[in-house]
């Protein structure tokens, strides 16, 4: 089946530690994104990658970091530097032009 | 500023009615606008795509307007169900096809 996969579902974290979160997609798809979602607010972006090997900040960058070495993965790492890291995380691809984005089922993270 | 606006209170209806939520924006210029279901504790299912130029556009009970001059999609379900419960995002074009701003969504409650 094509899609996009996030994992864990659910990833608690003590303060101070770094945790990377990982996205998957099969759908040959250049764009990947990584957004936060919190309760009431919209969808933020953090990252996002056109094409391997390059990525561009979103409105939201300061305290996470990622990484696109493969076209078919784009994990996030939520560094301790982020001030507020408990959030619901979503994973998104694009295949191009003025295309629709497929979303991950996300990653709830917990700062403990 | 840049601003998404949608209706923040959630909307109830009776099943068979049909259910207008509304999506308002400022200062932006979007090429397209997307609408978006997402369902508690999963990522966005996109449901309608409508560009600039055009506008309505119609998708089986779903209708979504766009008036450029007004800055104002509106999204339309009719003959709603209690399956179509669910918050609803819109999120605009920006920055090309590259990025999508996303409203904070209406929650649709539609009652038997």
């Known amino acids: 089946d094509g899609g996009i996969t996030q994992s864990p579902k659910y990833l608690f974290r003590k303060e101070g530690q770094n945790v990377t979160l990982s996205c998957e997609q099969n759908?040959?798809?250049?764009?990947m994104y990584w957004y936060r979602q919190d309760p009431g607010q919209g969808l933020r972006l953090i990252y996002y990658?056109?094409?391997?090997?390059?990525?561009q900040k979103g409105d939201i960058a300061e305290g996470y970091s990622v990484s696109r070495e493969k076209k078919e993965s784009f994990p996030l790492t939520v560094t301790s530097a982020q001030k507020n890291p408990t959030a619901f995380y979503l994973c998104?691809?694009?295949?191009?032009?003025?295309?629709?984005?497929?979303f991950g089922p996300g990653t709830r993270l917990t700062v403990l | 500023s840049q601003k998404i606006e949608q209706n923040s209170e959630a909307l109830n209806i009776q099943e068979g009615k049909t259910a207008t939520l509304t999506c308002n924006y400022t200062?932006?210029?979007?090429?397209?606008l997307q609408w978006y279901r997402q369902d508690p504790g999963r990522g966005p299912v996109f449901l309608l795509l409508?560009?600039?130029?055009?506008k309505e556009k119609r998708k089986e009970r779903l209708k979504v307007t766009f008036d450029t001059t007004l800055k104002q999609s509106l999204f339309h379900i009719t003959a709603s169900q209690p399956a179509d419960s669910a918050t609803y995002l819109c999120?605009?074009?920006?920055?090309?096809?590259?990025?999508?701003?996303f409203g904070a969504g209406t929650r649709l409650a539609v009652h038997p």
């Open positions: 998104a691809s694009r295949a191009g032009g003025p295309d629709t984005q497929y």
């Open positions: 759908l040959n798809h250049d764009a």
């Open positions: 999120a605009l074009a920006t920055g090309g096809y590259n990025k999508l701003i």
């Open positions: 409508i560009r600039e130029n055009e």
């Open positions: 990658s056109q094409i391997v090997n390059d990525f």
């Open positions: 200062n932006y210029s979007p090429a397209y």
